[in-house]
């Protein structure tokens, strides 16, 4: 037998096939809730935003729904998905890991752009502000303003690998992962405010004041990090009034560690 090419996978992938396998191996029949995030991390020893990932990767693939306010729950199987999920096209970077390498390289850049950006460029950030504005008020998700907003801040380091890496990242958004996850924790409320954290880090930028644009854009990409792991009661009752859960059911002893955090 010919030797086969080793692909490293994901966390987020590789604990979704756990799952996935428990399912098909009936631990979950069809109908059951399975447990809350929190209770498979620990059984895993893994972080919960990891499980997160991975069990929206199985929402897309059509293995689980997600009922908010109520749980997940398992679905009939969907003809024709392939057990690896490469027909959902679920195999990119995860959301959070992407939010969190933003926040490595984007408080960096914030801060030298604060150190190098003249009044035109300051002004620019500013008309990006307005179209984010813009782009809410017509009830629009404002992310036309807000890739206008980052790049910007990126291009006053004058290093074109990093205003790739920024787009590219920035860009993930429009990945089946990144959308889904969006779709249960942003919401007008979580923008509004995203806008306000922008709005901070441009005051710093355009005061010239390194060390508060670096802290302001920390602290916005810490937010919004922390916005898409919110719990789920949370973003059920932004999005609106739902019921008390059912009982947690257990997870299943034989399912082993996928790796660490």
Do not use: C, K
């Amino acid at each position: 037998m010919p030797l086969q090419t080793i692909e490293p996978r994901r966390l987020y992938r590789q604990i979704a096939d756990q799952i996935r396998a428990l399912v098909e191996a009936g631990e979950f029949a069809v109908g059951a809730r399975l447990p809350p995030e929190r209770d498979l991390a620990l059984q895993l020893g893994v972080s919960r935003p990891s499980v997160r990932e991975a069990l929206i990767a199985l929402e897309i693939e059509g293995l689980v729904e997600v009922r908010m306010g109520s749980g997940i729950y398992v679905l009939p199987p969907r003809a024709g998905t392939a057990p690896d999920g490469d027909a959902a096209g679920v195999t990119g970077e995860g959301p959070l890991e992407i939010i969190r390498a933003r926040q490595s390289i984007e408080s960096g850049l914030a801060a030298q752009a604060a150190l190098a950006m003249d009044r035109r460029q300051v002004d620019g950030l500013r008309d990006s502000l307005i179209l984010m504005r813009r782009e809410a008020a017509a009830g629009q998700v404002p992310t036309g303003g807000d890739r206008m907003l980052h790049l910007g801040i990126a291009e006053a380091s004058d290093n074109s690998v990093l205003l790739r890496i920024v787009a590219e990242l920035f860009d993930e958004r429009g990945s089946p992962l990144f959308a889904q996850l969006s779709t249960y924790f942003e919401s007008p409320e979580s923008w509004r405010a995203a806008i306000a954290e922008h709005e901070t880090v441009v005051d710093a930028i355009a005061a010239g004041d390194a060390e508060a644009a670096r802290a302001a854009m920390h602290r916005h990409l810490g937010n919004s990090y922390e916005r898409f792991n919110a719990s789920w009661s949370r973003a059920a009752l932004r999005q609106a009034g739902a019921a008390a859960p059912p009982p947690s059911p257990r997870v299943p002893r034989r399912m082993a560690a996928s790796g660490g955090p």
